[in-house]
């Protein structure tokens, strides 16, 4: 999993650190796969041109709505809800082997384990902490480099 964590994490200026995801608004006509890749491209991806890759932007995995201006989001249409203010996906994303990221400095890129992910809402909040319940459908081909 991997998670952008923006504010302080209880360090001077305190404030609780909130983690999210990659990803943004879709400009007008824009298809999903297409926006995550500009957002993935204007967020992550190097300037050098020699350091980008290609984002590999696989299945979408779930779909979380808003239904009106509350804070929550739930990965369902309420029945009273014909339509959602805010919907929100998450789509797997295949890194390759070796690439870059350039990280803003606002923001810091943290590399989470999946156990760490694993009932932890209220660290992570719910769509994040229910990545591992969401990809474990897949067979993870991990590998130790010795």
Request: hydrophobic share 35%.
């Amino acid at each position: 999993g991997m998670a952008g964590r923006r504010g302080g994490g209880g360090g001077a200026g305190g404030g609780v650190a909130t983690f999210k995801l990659p990803g943004g608004r879709l400009r007008h006509g824009e298809g999903e796969v297409e926006g995550l890749q500009r957002k993935l491209n204007n967020k992550l991806s190097p300037a050098v041109g020699s350091l980008r890759h290609e984002w590999e932007c696989g299945d979408c995995v779930a779909q979380w709505c808003r239904p009106g201006f509350e804070p929550n989001y739930y990965p369902y249409l309420p029945a009273h809800v014909t339509k959602p203010k805010e919907t929100r996906k998450v789509y797997v994303v295949q890194l390759p082997e070796k690439c870059f990221f350039a990280v803003p400095k606002n923001l810091k890129l943290l590399a989470v384990p999946l156990f760490e992910l694993y009932t932890n809402e209220a660290r992570y909040g719910a769509i994040i902490a229910s990545i591992p319940f969401l990809i474990s459908r897949y067979h993870l081909n991990l590998e130790s480099k010795s």
